[in-house]
């Protein structure tokens, strides 16, 4: 498939525990943006990559939240000492370089903290 | 800063009856608007965008959408609605050039029959 792919689609963790969510964006697309989305709200942006720079990560919650992208393509989400606060789907897009905005969204993790 | 608002937390509405859900944004800056939908258990699917030039945008599944800027509204409408049109509807605005969107908190749209 063509689209945005992220791995695993649910995570149970228990509290304290650290977890680590993947995103695979549509190949080529330079940018990729992670945000998190709780329990009927809208999704919050969470950070920001441009190839491998990590440009923006204004939203990240605390520094139990990092997130890297090495190579410019795949990119890690981790979360370390996981708390129930965190639980909550964390959906990952991706955009092309026109720079025309769209962003194409993969299906989610959906993260439960016990 | 941008935000986004969407008057509506449901709607509903019968099946082949015309739809419209609301959004007003605000920004001191210039702005993309987009309208999204999500399934159940599923990601965001972009339904129509807004960058520039004609007002009417038209999307997939046969919705359109109006950015009328004096009044920073970018409401959705569809003359006639399907049941498979049940869903979330989230409407997000960005900056020029496209970075981060900032996202409304969603209406969802209940087609009966």
């Known amino acids: 498939g063509a689209g945005v792919s992220q791995s695993p689609r649910y995570k149970v963790a228990k509290r304290g525990q650290d977890v680590a969510l993947r995103c695979d964006p549509i190949?080529?697309?330079?940018?990729l943006f992670w945000y998190q989305q709780a329990l009927g709200q809208g999704p919050e942006f969470l950070t920001y990559?441009?190839?491998?720079?990590?440009?923006?990560k204004s939203g990240l919650p605390s520094d139990r939240f990092f997130a890297e992208r090495p190579e410019g393509s795949v990119s890690t989400l981790k979360i370390q000492r996981t708390q129930q606060e965190d639980s909550a789907v964390y959906l990952c897009?991706?955009?092309?370089?026109?720079?025309?905005?769209?962003?194409?969204f993969g299906p989610g993790t959906r993260l439960t903290v016990t | 800063a941008q935000s986004v608002t969407q008057l509506d937390s449901q709607v509903p509405v019968f099946e082949e009856a015309p739809v419209e859900l609301r959004c007003n944004y605000s920004?001191?800056?210039?702005?993309?608007l987009f309208w999204y939908v999500q399934y159940p258990n599923q990601g965001l699917q972009l339904l129509l965008k807004?960058?520039?030039?004609?007002?009417l945008v038209k999307g997939i599944n046969g919705f359109e959408a109006e950015f009328n800027k004096s009044q920073t509204s970018f409401h959705l409408r569809k003359p006639s609605v399907h049941i498979s049109d049940t869903a979330e509807y989230f409407c997000?605005?960005?900056?020029?050039?496209?970075?981060?969107?900032?996202f409304g908190a969603g209406t969802i749209l209940r087609v009966k029959s």
């Open positions: 990559f441009q190839n491998e720079a990590q440009l923006d």
């Open positions: 997000a605005v960005s900056g020029v050039g496209g970075n981060k969107l900032v």
């Open positions: 897009a991706s955009s092309s370089r026109d720079l025309d905005g769209a962003q194409y």
């Open positions: 920004s001191s800056v210039s702005v993309y």
């Open positions: 190949s080529g697309h330079v940018s």
């Open positions: 807004y960058l520039s030039g004609s007002t």
